[in-house]
C-alpha cells in the first residue's frame, strides 16, 4: 500500500500568524524519511494554505512523487503544466468549506474535467479523479480518460456504528472493484485516522491512501517522522 502523506495542514498552521514556520516543505523531507511514499498538497484558488512558493520548492526538493489536489479550471491547470507534478487529483472546490466536502461530480462537469485531464495527461501529468465511492461517479470518471480515482471516504470515517460503518465500507469495496474492472487505479482518502485505517488498507483493489489531518495532529504531539511511520506500520 502506497501512502502519501497531505501536508496542506502544516501550511494551515503558518498562516494562522502568516509567518514564515512551520514550513510544509521541512515537514515534505520529515515525512519521506517517515516512509511516505507520496506528498500531496492541495494548492487552492484562495491559496489559504499552501501556495505557489511551496509547490515550486515541494517540486525540486521531493524525492518521492508529488501529488498536486487541484480544481479543474485554467489557471490551476497552467500552473500545473508549468510545475508538472507526478499526479494530479481533480477536487470539487468550494471556497466556504473547512475541507474537500464531497467528491467531483464527474458527469455534471464533463467536459471541464475532460479537458483538463488530457491537457494534464498530455503534459505526461498523471490524472485521478476525487470521487465519492459511487457507480455512476466511477463509470463517468473512465468516460473523460481519468487514469485513476480515489475514492472518498468521508461518510464511511463520519459513521457513528458498526451498522453504518459496514454499509459505507461495502460502498468503498464496490466501487474499488469496478473501477478495477474498468482499468483504473484506486486510492483513497479523506477522514482516515490510526483508528479507522486498516480495514480500508485492507481492500485489495485500493493501492494508495492519502492521509493529512490526523497525521499532521499526530505528529504534533510525537513529530512528523513518528508519525508517518506509525501510519505506514499499520497500514502495511
Ligand atoms: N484526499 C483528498 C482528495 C483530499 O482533498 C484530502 C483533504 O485535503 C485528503 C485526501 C486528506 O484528508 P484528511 O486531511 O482528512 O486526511
Known sequence: MR????????????????????????AASLAELGGADQITLHVREDRRHVNDRDL??????????LNLEMAAVQGMLELALQTRPDSATLVPERREELTTEGGLDVSAHRDEIKHVTRALRDAGVEVSLFVDPDLEQIKASHRVDAQAVELHTGRYCEARNDRDRARELSRVVEAARAATKLGLRVA????????NVRPIARVD????????Y????????????RAVRDMRDLIG
Open 214 to 225: 490526523a497525521i499532521v495532529c499526530r505528529a504534533v504531539l510525537v513529530g512528523f517522522e
Open 3 to 26: 501512502l502519501g502523506v497531505n501536508i496542506d495542514h502544516v501550511a494551515t498552521l503558518r498562516q494562522a500568524r502568516r509567518g514564515r514556520y512551520p514550513d510544509p516543505v521541512i
Open 205 to 212: 483493489e485500493i493501492t494508495e491512501l492519502n492521509i493529512g
Open 56 to 65: 515550486s520548492l515541494l517540486r525540486q526538493t521531493v524525492n518521492s512523487s
Open 188 to 195: 483513497a482518502g479523506h477522514g482516515l485516522d490510526y483508528w
